[in-house]
């Protein structure tokens, strides 16, 4: 296990150099400069903000100084949005907002999401299998944005039961976590089903039955614990992402989050918060990468982590 983590710390660490890398070059080819703006500078003025900077300097050592600097915690400071403030702070203070949003949204997911695919399963052919696929479908289907946008206009703005934005109150976090958590309900919904449709096939899964198992423990705890591990392969990526914050979501309800700033700096070509949102969200992705694998070895023994199967 041990050789097996040390040996995927290394990949991770190559991982995120290899983002980084692209990371730079893309945000490089991009046309224009941090320092644009409608009102034109001298081309002195332009000089002295890119010396002091350090954006006068070849591409190669801007990159190489980045990533020194950022071994030491130290990924610059804002060039544009918050005007010389460091990049580790302002992460430090938008990441918990999306955390909070993105946890929430995450456990709601799985915990409505894996019991519907169970119970679409234990049905199949059933009416209520149909059903379930059918708004599953349309919830796969329906971009981000319109999810948000409906709830806000139903239940803000034509009912006045929860608040337009912000987070003030618990309230307040109801059609957020929805609007976030609805896609993946819906497509751990699908993906627990078509897992369990296979697990209920098995040979043990007939045999517990023979030996008079409840149908209960039949489906939840034989069945489900097979059935489970496609949706956590799932459940890693997920976790990086949706904790990290999501634009459409942050920017429809007016949250101050990283997804919405991470675009943000993006279109004010902020290159130290992209630099370091960018590589804060590769290292997320696969440190997550890494606790779903360790935790395939609890759900399944049978699984030998140094041979991948």
Not at 207 to 221: L, N, Q, Y
Request: with cysteine.
């Amino acid at each position: 296990m041990i050789k097996y983590i040390s040996k995927r710390i290394l990949q991770a660490l190559g991982v995120i150099l290899l983002v980084s890398i692209i990371t730079f070059v893309l945000m490089n080819l991009a046309p224009g400069s941090p320092f644009a703006s409608e009102k034109s500078q001298s081309p002195e003025v332009l000089q002295a903000l890119n010396e002091k900077y350090g954006l006068d300097q070849p591409k190669y050592i801007q990159l190489k100084n980045f990533l020194f600097n950022a071994l030491k915690g130290d990924f610059g400071v804002s060039l544009k949005l918050q005007k010389n403030r460091p990049v580790i702070d302002i992460i430090k203070e938008m990441f918990p907002t999306s955390a909070k949003l993105g946890i929430l949204a995450l456990i709601w997911a799985t915990l409505v999401g894996v019991p519907l695919g169970c119970l679409a399963a234990y049905n199949r052919g059933k009416p209520i299998d149909s059903i379930l696929r059918v708004l599953t479908t349309i919830g796969i289907s329906a971009p981000g944005f319109v999810v948000a946008t409906l709830l806000l206009l139903l239940f803000a703005v034509k009912l006045k039961w929860l608040p337009t934005m912000g987070l003030s109150s618990p309230k307040s976090y109801i059609m957020p976590v929805f609007s976030l958590g609805f896609y993946p309900m819906c497509y751990i919904a699908r993906l627990s089903r078509s897992s369990m449709l296979d697990a209920i096939g098995q040979d043990y899964i007939r045999t517990a039955r023979a030996k008079g198992v409840s149908e209960f423990m039949v489906i939840f705890k034989h069945a489900l614990k097979n059935a489970f591990i496609p949706v956590l392969t799932y459940l890693g990526p997920l976790s990086a992402g949706i904790i990290t914050g999501s634009m459409v979501v942050e920017s429809v309800f007016s949250v101050q989050g990283l997804g919405r700033y991470f675009i943000n700096s993006v279109l004010n070509r902020d290159y130290p918060i992209i630099m370091a949102t960018t590589i804060f969200f590769a290292s997320l992705i696969v440190f997550m990468n890494l606790v779903v694998d360790i935790l395939y070895k609890f759900i399944d023994p049978r699984i030998d982590l140094a041979k991948g199967v």
